[in-house]
């Protein structure tokens, strides 16, 4: 019988692959009323705690509601669609790993994460997002269960498959209770039960994050083609900025491999956040014009 432990799945960024003329997002409602959006002018309505799909070609869009007003947003060349977020709810991504043996799980190690949903702690490969256009890192969506251990019906020769779920944040509270069979253990830590916190939308940053002068030194052509990306709004100059961007990161990397030795923790630091906020960004399916 195969069984199932949670497992945390690292996402990588890449340009590589094909790009498509439209991506597929769920625009999801976890809410208990229904609600109503605008996308390029076409009405969307969705139902309580459902979602529906749109497909959304590279280039300038816009989103209304009356929670968000008018949101200007691009969509980008190769993305992979994922999870529209009108409400700007919580949302927890899950791993699993599914084995044939226990022992195989020295294959993919068990790292955890600390998150925390309306001030009780979570440990385990768990992150969460209140994100308005979410990536998709997940096979299974908001509205999918993970598969029971009796179905998964291939693992591959590491004896082992890793699968990841996005989950609305009550979801995952009842997802976790019963996986460990402690039910209303949520309720004991918080008698109120989870409360929805409230965010504010939050536009892609106008510029990359700071760096020390040593590093800063060879940053201006990854600075300079990032702005260019938040602006570009076809498909062609989606793909050409991110060939460049690539090259240019290549360059920055080589120019940069033997600075951090002599600076001192912070500017590493800072280093790390650059890069990967910088392959983030221009890794995502989608984008909040600044």
């Given at each position: ?63 209304q509601s009356p929670a968000l ?135 892609a940053p106008a510029a990359l ?82």
């Amino acid at each position: 019988m195969i069984k199932r432990f949670a497992v945390l799945l690292l996402a990588a960024v890449a340009i590589a692959g094909c790009s498509s003329p439209s991506q597929t997002f769920e625009i999801d409602n976890p809410g208990d009323v229904p609600l109503t959006l605008r996308i390029d002018g076409n009405e969307l309505p969705i139902a309580a705690h459902a979602s529906r799909p749109v497909k959304l070609k590279p280039g300038e869009h816009h989103l209304q509601s009356p929670a968000l007003g008018d949101v200007r947003f691009i969509v980008y060349a190769r993305g992979k669609g994922g999870l529209i977020n009108p409400t700007l709810a919580e949302y927890v991504i899950a791993s699993e790993i599914y084995v044939t043996d226990p022992d195989k799980l020295k294959h993919f190690g068990t790292p955890n994460q600390h998150i925390e949903l309306g001030g009780v702690g979570f440990d385990g490969p768990y992150s969460t997002t209140h994100a308005l256009f979410i990536d998709q890192a997940w096979s299974f969506g908001v509205r999918e269960p993970f598969p029971d251990e009796q179905t998964v019906a291939h693992v591959d020769a590491t004896g082992g498959r890793i699968s990841t779920k996005i989950f609305t944040a009550p979801d995952f509270i009842a997802y976790v209770e019963a996986s460990r069979g402690e039910p209303g253990a949520y309720r004991r830590q918080q008698p109120a039960g989870y409360q929805a916190p409230v965010f504010t939308l939050e536009a892609a940053p106008a510029a990359l994050p700071a760096l020390a002068p040593a590093f800063e030194a060879h940053a201006a052509p990854l600075r300079e083609l990032y702005a260019r990306y938040l602006k570009a709004t076809t498909a062609d100059a989606q793909l050409q900025l991110q060939q460049e961007a690539f090259q240019a990161q290549m360059a920055f990397t080589a120019a940069t491999a033997r600075l951090g030795a002599d600076l001192p923790v912070e500017a590493n630091t800072g280093y790390n956040t650059f890069v990967q906020t910088r392959a983030t960004l221009m890794g995502s399916a989608a984008l909040v014009v600044p």
